[in-house]
């Protein structure tokens, strides 16, 4: 049908279907000024958006791609990814959800990414509302209103689990209360302004926001803390994974195939975690075996702990770490890149409420408030860790990995909004990781306790490949799983735990996106290097991947393999 079309018509439908794609994106989003609505995440919504991504599924069926602009083409399917996942949210809704709008669906509310991140990040949102003005108040107080029916709808959901017979497995359960009450604690902490914020004449302004906090707010949260803590938590098993829920399986499947962007089933991706982990030990035998250390990989790591120069136990020296590896990087980042993104970057320690529930900390991109990129380190985990892996870490979440890529798409002028928003996991997680690789090629690794833990980094985010999959495919119990990251990994019980529920009780298949990523960027770049032999430039490699944006990977590599091409022709 498409093919009947002239190009610009054939151009009109493509930027009509780019547009009401971006629409429903930003609902309620207005880059650069407050917070307006906040998300819903009930099924009525679920139901509304699948309608609207199939809506735009079937506009796409009448667009020949191959006949677009190339940059058009690029944001054509960026659209359409979205719109495919949209299109499955009303019949995934009971197993898993995208509470975050980040295309990370979650399995339960109670939990980090299911529900913990977003009530935590729109708490930020509130503390950044202007206040002093009668319109400006009335604007609180009715968002307000809605974080309460937010935290209902979450509560909602878990009901209608329990109805359907989709319990939290108990090993999540233990940590989905403490994770509300610390929620809970923090909203009464942050919500209500400060009088100096909200100015003159704001008492009874003040008072309003006092009793919907301590009513409307107050109650919703100790709702679903109850509804936790009753009758539904003698009813959660000790099974876990999405596999053993009816339809599990066959979603797992996708979401497999949707975080990794390859056409991969679990088996494969369980085989490959396991070939690679036998790759990985022995690169570290080899580094024990040139130190002349006599003892095992976990030995060394025993040597190490016990090692005041790789322990830090208050969170402004474990940032003291984290700055240590970012000033040793920064100025060789040019060698590697034709540009990089002004936008500054540091490090804090994560929230108290969030400490319990995630192993490491999460990257957390700048805002027009908080013009800075900054990694949410857990300073309570890594105080008790030795702190080998954290010069990797480091190249992971800031320069050259999550910061580099994200603030250069975000200041990217040519990219449509869509673009510049846009995240797919195997993308973002490839190049973190592929990022922290190219730290090594660069010296960024200078001691080989350094060297050493870059291999530690790469055992643990194997391990999700082994044990993703396993737990939420293949059959295996908690146990079983744990057991394989204590055999093959360095964590430390609480990481473990952790990290164990992560991928069977709360995003499953998400993890696998990081070294399966990580793979085909160094196969891109190597494929490169060989049809352009002494024209190769790495710069321009890491321009291809990094001046479109977030793409899926097989659209990343056409897109890298044009790039190519036009090299080599010019």
Partial sequence: MSKTLNQDELIGRAMTLVHDTWREASRGITPGEPIRVLPRVDFAESQRRSKVGKALLEQGGQIDLDLLPHELALTVRVALSKATNWSREEEWYWLVFDALG???????????????????????????????????????????????????????????????????????????????????????????????????????????????????????????????AGDYAGRCGDTVG??????????YEALVKTHTTMNLIPAQVHARGLERMTSIWRQMKEVLDGLGFEGDPKAF???????????????????????????????????????QSPTPYHVEALPAALSGSMTFGYYDAPTPERPSGRYLFNAKNLAESDLCSIASLTYHEMAPGHHTHISRQFDAQHLHPLRKRASFTAYNEGWAEYAATLAGELGGYEAPQEHFGRLMMDAFLTSRLVVDTGMNALGWDLETARQYMRDFTFMNEVEIRSESVRYSCDIPGQSLAYKLGDTHMLEMREKMRARLGDRFDIRDFHEAVLKPGSLPLSILADHVQRETERIAGA
Avoid at 162 to 179: K, N, Y
Avoid at 304 to 319: G, H, L, N, S, V
């Fill in 242 to 251: 999405l596999g053993q829920y009816a339809g599990g399986p066959e979603v």
């Fill in 102 to 228: 980040a295309e990370v669906p979650a399995m339960f509310a109670a939990t980090p990414y299911g529900g913990g991140i977003l009530l935590g990040s729109l708490l930020n949102n509130f503390s950044t509302l202007p206040v002093h003005s009668r319109g400006d108040r009335h604007r609180y107080l009715g968002l307000l209103a809605d974080y309460a029916e937010l935290i209902g709808q979450l509560h909602t959901r878990t009901v209608g689990q329990e109805e359907r017979g989709i319990f939290m497995p108990r090993a999540q359960l233990l940590q989905s209360g403490p994770l509300l009450i610390g929620l809970k604690a923090q909203a009464m902490a942050v919500l209500k302004p400060l009088p100096e914020r909200a100015g003159a004449g704001a008492e009874e302004f003040l008072a309003e926001v006092d009793r919907t906090l301590h009513g409307e707010v107050a109650a919703a949260y100790d709702a679903f803390i109850a509804f936790l």
């Fill in 301 to 339: 790591v025993r040597a190490a702990a016990d090692d005041p120069q790789w322990r830090a136990r208050t969170p402004e020296a474990i940032a003291a770490v984290f700055q240590r590896y970012i000033d040793r990087l920064k100025p060789k980042l040019e060698q590697v890149f034709h540009m």
